[in-house]
């Protein structure tokens, strides 16, 4: 057997302790399909003395990440610190430069750098792999940069974030408000350790601009993507949407139009019978359209200790079977000199079908003029019903009773329902905002 491959792991947070166990546990397995054991020889973390599942005192400790990706005694550095600058930006680019493999679960970073990153990999002829920054455990990013080669893809989309579908789905199943699903959800460690990450779509964009560049083979383009979170979200959507065979997911969408590419992130109605609406709690799935292959779904756990542990466990071990000297595949599945620019398709010029919810006073003609306004920008309607609100912030002696309006459109564009929707506002029916969300075929 070949010399063992060594190891360096920066960051030892929930990650970090479960891949050093699940390396213990399966050193055997492991080292029987490397070729060679896999060894963690150093790590470094902000503090030595912070009791962990796992015992890293024999190791060596680093309190420099930067020095441990440089070290010689490291073949191997796992950025597993987060953040998209300081030190996991900084470890992870001397770890190049030294001709180090990497290892990193950090969209953020990847997001914003990740073309700079893969630039410095290819020249040094070393692995850059991330398949945990997308989707946890799901093995995405292999099935993309290699599987799919022969494919064109025409849109790739996904439930990206195991705390937003987390709380949608209990919202539905019990009832609960947001903020209580939300502190279940960072209780359990799925959350960001900045939880707005998650709920305002930030954590899928960056998912989604690391997919989109593998799908349609573009230089990443994260502040491209129109985002719009789960926090307008109520338990009266969640209901009007399943009354009507549709169920609210925060999906992330990178789709080739004639126009250029789209990426948005935002809360989007899917039909109840669709695999998709079946995604429930903390787990992931991530659907490709592509034309050889047809559809292909994937689906499993998106966020949690050993779901992440176990795809960086996957690239470490692809590295560890690697032959040194050989120049290895790009890290985003084209090399870089051959991606190509972005280009963006505008938001407004966006097509499908919407569903709007409208808390309205009940007064004559509020309906019709409602659908005037829709006939006005030439929106054909599938459903349009209404019926009192079960929002429990309505005061029982408020007179008349508010009602809602709930309204599902054919195809339409964005253009096309945001000025009907303007118009909607200006006429005055409205109490509070306008509810719009869009349907994904
Ligand atoms: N906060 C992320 C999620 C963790 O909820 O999916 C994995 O990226």
Not at 282 to 292: E, H, M, Q
């Amino acid at each position: 057997m070949s010399t063992p491959l060594r190891i360096g792991i920066a960051g030892l947070g929930t990650v970090g302790a479960s891949l050093a166990n699940l390396i213990h546990k399966k050193q055997n397995l492991l080292a029987d399909r490397c070729g060679r054991a896999l060894s963690i020889t150093a790590v470094s973390a902000r503090d030595r003395t912070k009791s962990r599942d796992c015992d890293f005192q024999q190791m060596q400790w680093f309190d420099d990440p930067v020095d441990l990706a440089k070290s010689a005694d490291i073949d191997c550095f796992v950025e597993l610190i987060g953040g998209e600058e300081g030190p996991a930006r900084q470890s992870i680019s001397a770890a190049l430069e030294a001709g180090k493999h990497v290892v990193t679960a950090n969209k953020a970073l990847l997001a914003k750098h990740g073309i700079e990153l893969a630039v410095m990999a290819e020249r040094a002829g070393v692995l850059l792999n991330f398949e945990a920054a997308v989707a946890g455990g799901i093995p995405i990013i292999k099935t993309m940069r290699e599987s799919l080669t022969a494919n064109s893809v025409e849109r790739v989309y996904g439930i990206l974030n195991g705390t937003c579908n987390y709380i949608l789905t209990r919202m539905e199943n019990e009832g609960l408000t947001f903020e209580a699903c939300l502190k279940d959800a960072q209780r359990l460690g799925y959350a960001e350790a900045d939880p707005t990450f998650d709920i305002e779509g930030n954590d899928t964009a960056h998912k989604l601009a690391i997919l989109c560049s593998l799908a349609f083979g573009t230089v990443i383009a994260a502040d491209e993507i129109y985002v719009e979170g789960i926090t307008s979200i109520t338990y009266d959507d969640i209901s009007a949407a399943k009354e009507l065979g549709y169920r609210i997911k925060l999906l992330g969408v990178a789709q080739l139009t004639d126009s250029g590419v789209e990426q948005r992130v935002h809360p989007t109605m899917v039909p109840l019978e669709s695999t998709i609406a079946q995604i429930s709690g903390v787990t992931n799935a991530v659907a490709i359209d592509a034309d050889i292959v047809g559809q292909l779904i994937m689906s499993g756990p998106g966020a949690g200790g050993d779901a992440t542990a176990s795809a960086v466990a996957g690239d470490i071990s692809d590295i560890a079977k690697s032959k040194p000297g050989i120049q290895h595949g790009p890290a985003f599945g084209t090399p870089t000199n051959a991606l190509q620019p972005y280009r963006r398709a505008r938001m407004r010029a966006h097509e499908g079908g919407y569903f709007v919810r409208l808390s309205v006073s009940d007064e004559a003609g509020v309906f019709a003029s409602v659908a005037t306004r829709m006939a006005e920008e030439n929106i054909s309607l599938q459903s349009i019903v209404q019926h009192q609100l079960t929002d429990n912030s309505i005061q029982p002696d408020q007179q008349p009773k508010p009602q809602q309006i709930v309204l599902i459109t054919h195809e339409t564009t964005e253009l096309a329902i945001r000025l009907a929707l303007k118009n909607i506002e200006t006429d005055g029916h409205l109490n509070g905002q306008a509810q719009m969300i869009r349907i994904e075929k």
